[in-house]
């Protein structure tokens, strides 16, 4: 509910506004896998683009609970493994020779996830098989931090569906919660700037600061919107039931 009411407000700031904000992820820059082997994209099983996600085992990856939950299902239960794939090692997602695919055989979303804002938006996909690609170790949000993912350039576009990254403030726990009043202090982290962000598409995907998986990405207000940082799930908080 609070979800839909928070889009309709974003149509709405959007039409008050004139239209979309910015460019591109937004306001970034192409980026090439091979620099940052351990970013994934989550699709269906017909290769339609669902989320991103970060490879933190030759096995396992993380992402949102929002992108492995169906929508417009009682509940949001959870998509099925045979539902999903990973795709790993492709910096164009339409060269489907690149890289490689691999089935999921597992898929665990954290048991309190209810809806995207409530927080609680993390989920780890055990691979049918192990992927030849670097893994990324967890870390924490103490500095800036770097966001890549294959999404939406600009709210009302279509998503790149080639990999893309933007360098993001990471705000502190009170300047997020006056900005947002879903944050969640401790178990959230907000970053980006107007101009800056991830945007639709990018979910699950990663927030990387000195070299570790800081962040998940979990939701926003539109895309990069001046007074509007994107809020990531903060996986430090997650280690001890994500036990890795
Ligand atoms: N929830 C969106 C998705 O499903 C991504 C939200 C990120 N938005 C943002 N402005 N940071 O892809």
Known sequence: MRGKRIAVLAAAIALVSGGSTADAIVGGTPAQVADTPWVVAITTADGQLICGGALVAPDKVVTAAHCVTNKGVIGGDQRLPQQLRVVAGRTDLRVKNEGLDAPVAGV???????????????????????????????????????????GRTAENSAPSMTLRKVTVPVLSD?????????????????????????????????????????GVVSFGRGCARADEPGVYTRLAHYRPVLGF
Do not use: F, N, Q
């Open 108 to 150: 665990w979303r954290h048991p309190d996830y209810r809806e995207v804002t409530r927080g609680d938006d993390v989920a780890v996909l055990t691979l049918a098989s192990t992927l030849p690609y670097r893994s990324i170790p967890l870390g924490e949000a103490d500095d800036d931090g770097v966001v890549l993912g294959y």
């Open 174 to 214: 009170r300047e997020c919660a006056r900005k947002e009043p879903d944050y969640r202090p401790g178990a959230m982290l907000c970053a980006g700037r107007g101009g800056r962000d991830a945007c639709t598409g990018d979910s699950g995907g990663p927030l990387v600061v000195r070299g570790r998986l800081a």
